[in-house]
């Protein structure tokens, strides 16, 4: 709150189980418990609880015998946060979670609708967990256009907030501030076609 955070963002633990539905409900009534337990430190120094989608082999994969972990698809972030049902609980998409689970951010964004209230921008190759700077995976990447259309579609207007620091991980100190730079070129350029489509452009 003393630094102007308006959202923190924590992952639903996934409890391993069968997921049956009995073992979702089981899933789903724990994490709002937990989260519940949280809402009278959010309400003292007004600082608001978004629930990123997290991954789960399952979606990587396409494998019917992989573990499935709660959080991973819209529903059940709807499901919790509609669960809890307080102002100060809301959902972050983590853009690089969503491309591994294959969701379209033209109708996973929109599902999330107002809930929405945070994002973690990242690109990955589909694969793996990479964190690096939108655009870096050339066609296999995040489809920005699409990503920007989805937001608009969920009337966000919140922050959009990097979680990139593998982008740096290998970079030498010499070429840090060239690293950083394009980064921040990047930033601007989703920046601005948001702000574009908002305006009711392309």
Not at 137 to 143: A, K, M, S, T
Request: aromatic share 10%; net charge neutral; charged share 20%.
């Amino acid at each position: 709150a003393q630094r102007g955070v308006p959202w923190m963002v924590q992952h639903p633990d996934v409890f391993p189980g069968p997921f049956d539905a009995a073992h979702q409900r089981a899933i789903l009534t724990a994490n709002a418990e937990f989260f519940r337990s949280l809402l009278p430190a959010c309400e003292k120094h007004n600082v608001g609880l978004a629930i990123e989608n997290i991954f789960d082999a399952a979606g990587r994969h396409g494998g019917r015998n992989c573990p499935r972990f709660f959080g991973a698809v819209p529903d059940e972030l709807c499901a919790l946060i509609d669960e809890i049902h307080h102002p100060l609980v809301g959902a972050c998409w983590d853009t690089g979670h969503g491309r591994m689970m294959g969701h379209d951010p033209r109708t996973c964004l929109p599902a999330l609708g107002g809930r929405l209230k945070a994002l973690h921008i990242q690109e990955n190759d589909g694969r793996n967990d990479d964190h690096m700077f939108p655009f870096v995976n050339g066609r296999e990447g995040i489809y920005w256009a699409a990503f920007s259309a989805g937001l608009r579609a969920a009337h966000y207007a919140g922050p959009l907030t990097y979680e990139t620091h593998k982008a740096l991980a290998a970079v030498p100190e010499e070429l840090l501030d060239v690293t950083l730079g394009y980064g921040a070129k990047v930033a601007g350029y989703l920046a601005d076609r948001l702000a574009r489509r908002f305006a009711g452009g392309r």
